[in-house]
C-alpha cells in the first residue's frame, strides 16, 4: 500500500494549510490513519490519529488545540487541517497507517510499512 502525502508548503506564522493523504489501493482498510512530524535535529513527533472505522481522534499536545484531522473513507484520504501555524510547527509532515488496534492505546500501532514518503511545512515568521 503506497500512502502519499501532499499540500505542504511556506506559509507565514499565522496561516493555515491543509495536508492531505491518499491511497490508491482500492481494497485498503485501516484500523486508524496518522500524521507524525519531524524537524531536523528533533525526534519525529506524534501529530494525530483518527480512528477509521469508527468515531475518534487523538492529538499531540502541541498541536490539539490548532490542528484538525478528518477522513474520506470514499477516497481513502486522511486530512489535516493546520490552523495558527507557528515556526516550531516547521518539519516534514509524514502520513502513516495502522492496521491492527485497539484504539485505546495511547497511539495506535502504526505499521513500519505503511509511510508516505513526507510533505515539507516551513512557517515563516
Known amino acids: 500500500v503506497q500512502l502519499v502525502e501532499s499540500g505542504g508548503g511556506l506559509v507565514q506564522a499565522g496561516g493555515s494549510l491543509n495536508l492531505s493523504c491518499a491511497t490508491a489501493?482500492?481494497?485498503?482498510?485501516?484500523?486508524?490513519m496518522g500524521w507524525f512530524r519531524q524537524a531536523p535535529g528533533k525526534d519525529r513527533e506524534f501529530v494525530a490519529a483518527v480512528r477509521w472505522g469508527r468515531i475518534g481522534a487523538k492529538y499531540g499536545d502541541s498541536v490539539k488545540d490548532r490542528f484538525k484531522i478528518s477522513k474520506d473513507k470514499a477516497k481513502n484520504t486522511v486530512y489535516l487541517q493546520m490552523n495558527g501555524l507557528k515556526p516550531e510547527d516547521t518539519a516534514v509532515y509524514y502520513c502513516?497507517?495502522?492496521?491492527?488496534?485497539?484504539?485505546?492505546?495511547?497511539?495506535?500501532?502504526?505499521?513500519?510499512?505503511?509511510w508516505g514518503q513526507g510533505t515539507q511545512v516551513t512557517v515563516s515568521l
Open positions: 489501493e482500492p481494497t485498503f482498510s485501516a484500523h486508524a
Open positions: 502513516a497507517a495502522a492496521t491492527v488496534g485497539p484504539w485505546n492505546n495511547p497511539l495506535p500501532a502504526f505499521d513500519n510499512n505503511l
